[in-house]
């Protein structure tokens, strides 16, 4: 019996669903009716059959114009000088280049791989030509500070159709604004149910060679998005590399970049750095006020009296610095000249007064406030904004805690990055046929570790503060080791090893004692 119709049995009595209640519940379909989401922002586009013009039509009316909007909006704040400062403590923290070493920039990390030693050996192989491929050593800073910026990363991977196992020939990095991914949902009628459920969701990207314009309407951009139909190529999903900031709106159908919630105090800064301009423009000068005594003279007489005094009195000589020459302007007002005011007979005579300038022109703090604020949306420590503090190594007991939030937060972005190198090692290893699709997911895929070069002088004081630390704790429980403690005990819970750090430690101070670099009586001694 089918368990929706299927009653309950309670002291003799069954209780079951009414035929109203029946026909109200709505039959479990054999498939899913929600096409499946993830972090990569594309968008989807349904319909019941599968037509390569439809999807183009309602990509450009509906995706191109925000997207293409929203990375000019980035690559435009990106300009501002304090958000490019930002950008650069990130970049720099980032990306580090060795200077006295033959390190690599970046490098892969297989010792979590279960994977023979000669496989080992051919994944650093073509990881390496990766990295040539890509220039990466000359163009790393650069690509970081696009990825970072625009939130997305495209990059066209090559390959000769005629010799697929030769891999990648090239690696081309593609303009964010000219490419768009797309996933189109088929959907099909359950005829168990007659629920509409989802059958298939093919993905692609879409390149246009010109990109879209500011697409307002009848504006030259909206023509352009319009015409995409016609300009855009189709490329597979294996043959584009993406990677995004793994940030999304809170609509979840368009990825953003992390300088998108710094968007609101970057305009109110700039708004607040023009108030302070006209401000000072305005108040700087001191001006003068004219109470003119004009008796019983008419309206008309009045004007016409202290208009001839105006242009007596007036004295605005400009000096032209194309030519060098002095040009009369006393034709022009503005708020700048003197002030004329008349006043009839009865009150006081003709007076001169003066209008002070400005008494506050050199506050600055409103200003510095929003550059702050601009500092903390970007997870920058607001001490590196300000010039005149010194940089000091000192103890870990003397790092700020923005300090090391920047660092957990650089290290973020170095593991959303790293998909970059993933992504691509992965087409190459499957095209040259060294694994399959199932070896890099039962082996690879969350084992593979990309490492970076670091040079975060915080990171390496913090790692010295705590060894130093755990050392003293390993000296004074020395007394205690082979009487209330083991030596296992203290390798496991000060210094942190796990099973197969012990192991490898003990197997090198054996070798150490057989040949000879170690006492074995001090050791002995030690037990």
Not at 97 to 107: G, L, T
Not at 487 to 493: A, Q, S, T
Request: net charge negative; proline share 3%.
């Amino acid at each position: 019996m089918d368990d929706r119709k299927q009653g309950i049995k309670l002291f003799g009595f069954e209780i079951n669903r009414t035929k109203k209640d029946e026909e109200a519940v709505t039959p479990i379909p054999s498939g899913s009716v929600v096409p499946p989401t993830d972090d990569d922002g594309s968008g989807y586009v349904t319909s019941p059959a599968y037509h390569y013009g439809m999807h183009l039509d309602i990509y450009a009316d509906l995706q191109v114009k925000d997207h293409a909007d929203l990375i000019r909006k980035y690559r435009a704040m990106a300009t501002q000088p304090e958000v490019d400062m930002a950008i650069e403590e990130i970049v720099n923290e980032a990306i580090v280049h060795p200077q006295y070493d033959e390190s690599k920039i970046v490098d892969v990390n297989l010792d979590r791989v279960e994977v023979s030693e000669s496989i080992r050996n051919r994944v650093k192989e073509e990881f390496d030509y990766i990295l040539k491929l890509m220039s990466f050593s000359e163009r790393a800073h650069d690509m970081f500070r696009n990825w970072y910026i625009d939130g997305r990363l495209y990059h066209h991977l090559v390959v000769d159709k005629d010799n697929l196992k030769a891999g990648i020939k090239e690696v081309r990095h593609i303009d964010s604004l000219k490419m768009r991914k797309v996933k189109h949902v088929k959907k099909k009628e359950d005829k168990a149910t007659g629920v509409t459920v989802v059958d298939k969701v093919d993905e692609f990207y879409i390149y246009t060679e010109k990109a879209p314009g500011n697409c307002g309407p009848g504006s030259a951009g909206a023509q352009g998005a319009q015409d995409i139909k016609g300009n855009a190529v189709r490329l597979s999903n294996d043959s584009v590399s993406y990677v995004t900031s793994g940030l999304l709106d809170e609509m979840r159908s368009k990825v953003i970049s992390h300088l998108h919630k710094a968007m609101r105090p970057i305009n109110q800064l700039r708004m607040m750095e023009d108030s302070l301009i006209i401000y000072r423009l305005a108040r700087a000068p001191e001006r003068r006020i004219f109470y003119v005594d004009v008796g019983n003279l008419p309206k008309g007489k009045a004007e016409a009296y202290i208009n001839t005094l105006m242009s007596r009195y007036r004295n605005k000589l400009v000096y032209d610095q194309s030519t060098g020459e002095l040009k009369d302007q006393r034709k022009h007002m503005s708020m700048l000249d003197d002030f004329w005011l008349p006043r009839r007979e009865g009150g006081r005579g003709t007076e001169v007064s003066t209008l002070p300038g400005g008494s506050n022109l050199g506050e600055i703090d409103d200003i510095k406030y929003f550059q702050r604020k601009v500092y903390q949306a970007l997870n920058v420590p607001v001490s590196r904004l300000e010039q005149e503090s010194a940089y000091s190594l000192g103890r870990a007991t003397e790092i700020t805690r923005e300090e090391i939030k920047f660092q957990k937060f650089v290290t973020n972005l170095r593991l959303r990055f790293a998909k970059l190198f993933t992504g691509i090692l992965r087409q190459q290893l499957i095209l040259k046929g060294i694994i399959t699709d199932s070896d890099w997911v039962d082996h690879f895929h969350n084992m593979i570790r990309i490492e970076f070069y670091k040079d975060n002088h915080y990171t390496e004081l913090k790692d010295a503060e705590v060894m130093r630390e755990r050392l003293n704790l390993m000296d004074q429980s020395a007394q205690y080791v082979g009487e209330y403690i083991s030596r296992d005990w203290v390798m496991k819970n000060i210094f942190r090893f796990d099973d197969k750090e012990r192991e490898a430690m003990k197997k090198e101070i054996e070798k150490e004692i057989a040949s000879g670099e170690v006492d074995p009586d001090k050791h002995e001694d030690d037990n």
